[in-house]
């Protein structure tokens, strides 16, 4: 139907404070126009403050929530985050390569805000070597990207060259973000198989904020979604994941939350209507 928006499909785990995973995808994706399919991966029990505990789905229940809603809609991009097990990255992996030719967003969430470990290493080399492959565009933040990288024999690469190590493996793109990095600005750089395409750098702004990772990569989703060649894609998400980081609030004891629908705010910050 030439009314139907763009149909997006997440991998990834509950969160049930709404500030990370598939909540924060699935807003996301209704902000910027798309509607959202879900595969939960894991169900947490969490809060803004951080992860207490994580219960992986099985993945035969991964594989058969996304087959079923794959043979009834069309997918327009993909995207992976939290996976929770080994199993459930090799199923994954496996349902990806029947789609070769679809946008995949890979989200490389190997810990929490707080710090909690949520991929061990073995799950981490079997995202390097099962899903990152296929991935058209990958997006660790620093921290994560250097973890992605190192190995025995290696001292810590410089983000330059973590990206040509991830790129080797065979994706497509990496936005590698510099949020933990100690930089007057946060400075995010998109590199290809011929270096890097662009660079951003944005105002750093007070406080921490739980669920921006997934903003940015569900925005990529998004846009990739639309139609969008990928470095427009990237400009246009970053774009939107600051605005509602800026916009954003803190509605616990713990991390602010990015406010998805900042657009939808009056302008004058009245309710209601009222002007």
């Not at 798309?34 to 595969?39: A, K, P, R």
């Not at 990772?213 to 990529?220: N, Q, V, Y």
Request: charged share 20%; proline share 5%.
């Amino acid at each position: 139907m030439a009314n139907t928006p763009p149909i997006t499909l997440t991998f990834a785990g509950s969160d049930p404070s709404g500030g990370a995973g598939l909540q924060a995808d699935l807003m996301t994706f209704a902000s910027m126009g798309c509607h959202g399919l879900t595969v939960i991966t894991a169900i947490t029990v969490q809060d803004t403050l951080g992860i207490e505990n994580i219960l992986p789905i099985e993945a035969e229940w991964i594989s058969d929530q996304a087959r079923q809603v794959l043979e009834d809609m069309p997918v327009s991009a993909f995207k992976v985050g939290m996976i929770g097990s080994i199993e459930n990255i090799a199923a994954i992996a496996e349902i990806m390569a029947d789609y070769p030719d679809i946008p995949l967003i890979v989200d490389p969430v190997l810990s929490s805000g707080r710090g909690d470990e949520i991929s061990s290493e073995d799950m981490t080399r079997a995202l390097l070597e099962l899903l990152i492959p296929q991935a058209t565009l990958i997006t660790p933040n620093s921290l994560e990207a250097r973890r992605l990288t190192i190995d025995d024999q290696d001292e810590e690469l410089n983000l330059d060259s973590c990206a040509t190590k991830l790129l080797s493996t065979g994706c497509e793109y990496a936005l590698i973000t510099g949020t933990h990095e100690n930089t007057p600005k946060v400075l995010n750089t998109l590199y290809g198989h011929n270096g890097i395409i662009r660079q951003d750098s944005w105002k750093r702004l007070p406080g921490s904020y739980h669920g921006s990772g997934c903003t940015l990569s569900a925005a990529i989703t998004a846009m990739l979604a639309h139609g969008l060649p990928i470095e427009t894609a990237v400009k246009e998400a970053q774009d939107y994941t600051w605005e509602s980081l800026a916009a954003g609030f803190r509605p616990g004891m713990g991390q602010f939350l990015p406010d998805r629908f900042f657009w939808a705010q009056d302008a004058d910050g009245e309710e209601d209507g009222e002007s």
